[in-house]
């Protein structure tokens, strides 16, 4: 070989060395995240979407999450999807999984734990996945984040509730969990449902009304076909929340990656999806007046009532809990202190 060649070989070897490493360097994890809630949801576009974003400007780029358009199963079988490996990444509600795998969870989903979702979201974090030990109960899965939404209300377009017995024979959506049982126990025929399949439901008449958000009743067109809300301080109850990663993709990023992933999840995300949470109940609040349905808080006798019923199973969990070394109530009395809820 001429000295001429060789130093062609030369040349091309050490730049296929390059063109090698500069690939290996950009090499990207491209992750699927199954979203089930409408594209446009308040949600999705102030926290999920902003979040993947995230994702990819603190791993400069090696990590992406690409959300898809279209969800890749039902919402109840979100979390067994992101288990399973059939999407890298999925949120959901624990309610909707009906077995007992999250029953620590249930602390926020009672009565009276929030009226401000950020503060909720921080709170319920920091207690369930603090004392009360939530990847334990996510097993499969990294537990990437834990929220709540802004305060649970009744909503109905039947009558408005003055009294307890006014409950009585109204056929109403529930998203299974705590409130499922606090509906039963004043009177409520219960229907369990995820959010997509409401409106068809209700405009029908198939259901007289539904435990939602403010947001709720514009995400998914339900202004026309509510006349009621009625409201208590805190909430008349809470859904609870999960943004979870199959537990194997997450073992393939780099450990310099995932703690740049954790440094924005955890806290940091209940506070971007809380901060969402309260701007759509906000906008929805202009939109629910603007339709005449009538805001009005709950009476005291029924108030009254739904905290005696609320105490039964706070204390129920509780006992329920204690069998495996955890202290509900003190858990509760916190996530409500940091809350910010005098209880």
Do not use: C
Request: cysteine-free; hydrophobic content about 45%; aromatic content about 8%.
């Amino acid at each position: 070989m001429t000295m001429k060649l060789k130093a062609l070989a030369l040349l091309v070897g050490a730049a296929m060395t390059t063109a090698g490493l500069t690939t290996s360097a950009l090499a990207q994890t491209e992750l699927a995240l199954s979203s089930w809630l409408p594209p446009r949801h308040p949600i999705v576009v102030g926290a999920i979407k902003p979040w993947a974003k995230q994702v990819k400007e603190v791993t400069d780029g090696r990590v992406t999450v690409r959300v898809l358009a279209k969800p890749m199963g039902s919402p109840p079988s979100h979390f067994d999807m992101a288990a399973d490996g059939i999407a890298d990444i999925t949120y959901g509600l624990h309610s909707f999984t009906t077995d007992d795998r999250f029953s620590r969870s249930r602390i926020g989903q009672f009565s009276f734990v929030g009226d401000d979702a950020v503060s909720g979201s921080k709170a319920f974090w920091n207690v369930y996945s603090g004392s009360l030990d939530a990847q334990d109960e996510h097993e499969g899965v990294k537990l990437l984040g834990l929220f709540v939404h802004g305060p649970g209300v009744f909503h109905n377009n039947v009558r408005k509730i003055e009294q307890t017995g006014d409950f009585e024979g109204l056929k109403i959506r529930v998203p299974g969990g705590y409130v499922s049982d606090l509906m039963t126990d004043l009177g409520v025929t219960t229907l369990f449902m995820s959010s997509p399949e409401v409106y068809e439901k209700l405009s029908r008449g198939v259901i007289d009304g539904v435990t939602f958000t403010y947001e709720a009743l514009t995400a998914f067109k339900l202004t026309d076909d509510i006349k009621y809300s009625m409201r208590v301080p805190g909430g008349i109850y809470n859904t609870t929340w999960f943004l979870v990663m199959n537990e194997g993709k997450w073992n393939e990023i780099s450990a310099e990656d995932r703690a740049a992933i954790d440094a924005i999840s955890g806290e940091a995300f209940a506070e971007l999806v809380g901060a969402a949470w309260n701007d759509a109940d906000e906008k929805a609040l202009v939109a629910i007046d603007k339709a005449g349905i009538e805001i009005y808080d709950a009476p005291a006798p029924v108030l009254e009532n739904i905290k005696t019923s609320a105490a039964k199973h706070e204390a129920a969990w509780a006992e329920q809990i204690s069998g495996d070394g955890y202290d509900g109530a003190a858990a509760l009395a916190d996530l409500r202190a940091q809350a910010g809820v005098e209880h």
